[in-house]
Structures are given as C-alpha cells and as structure tokens.
C-alpha cells in the first residue's frame, strides 16, 4: 500500500494496453520512475498497470487528477515549466500521449 498525494504529482504517464497490459505511471517531485516501458513499470512503485478492460475508466481517472492538479495553487517558475514542457515531449516522442494532450498541456503551462 502506498499512498500518492495530487500535490506531489509533477506528472502522469499513460500507457495504453495492446499486446501487453497499459499503465499509468505517476512522476513525483524528486521521484526516481521506472523509464524503461511496460516491463520495467512493473516494478515501479508509482505505476499502477490495467488490462484494456480497464482503459476508459483509467482515462478518466488520469483527466480527474490532472484537473484537480491544475485547479491548486502553485509556485512553479517558468523554469519548471520548461521542464515539465520537456518530460511531455519526451513522452510524446514515445508515444504515451497524443500531439493534441502535449499541445493542451503546453499551453496551460505556457500561461
């Protein structure tokens, strides 16, 4: 059992199943996640991993978090920004999320 508060998620990762089952992998500020795709996310304390059974619920969950993560007040500099602009980019290079997510989320932290 582990527990994940919203205010320390700096990040959302989601995999969606195909051969294998997906995952959503939580990045924590000061975390040290798995990088290393379905398999290594298994052994990833902050990756809670689902069958396609599962995926629109899993969806759903991600879009609940990520607007209560944007609804709290943050400190965050531009320079965190760019970061976080960064890891979305990476995640978009692999194919975890979709052009349309990264250019939304760009924009809210480019504000």
Not at 74 to 102: G, R
Request: aromatic share 8%; glycine share 6%.
């Amino acid at each position: 059992d582990k527990t994940i508060y919203i205010r320390n998620i700096s990040g959302i990762q989601l995999k969606k199943p195909g051969m294998t089952n997906g995952y959503i992998q939580f990045t924590l500020s000061g975390g040290n996640e798995s990088k290393g795709g379905v398999f290594s996310a298994t052994q990833d304390e902050n990756t809670v991993m689902f069958s396609k059974k599962y995926y629109n619920d899993v969806v759903e969950f991600k879009t609940l978090i990520e607007q209560k993560i944007n609804t709290e007040p943050t400190t965050q500099s531009s320079t965190s920004n760019l970061d976080e602009i960064k890891k979305l980019k990476e995640l978009l290079d692999i194919e975890a999320i979709t052009q349309e997510e990264f250019d939304l989320k760009k924009a809210e932290l480019m504000k």
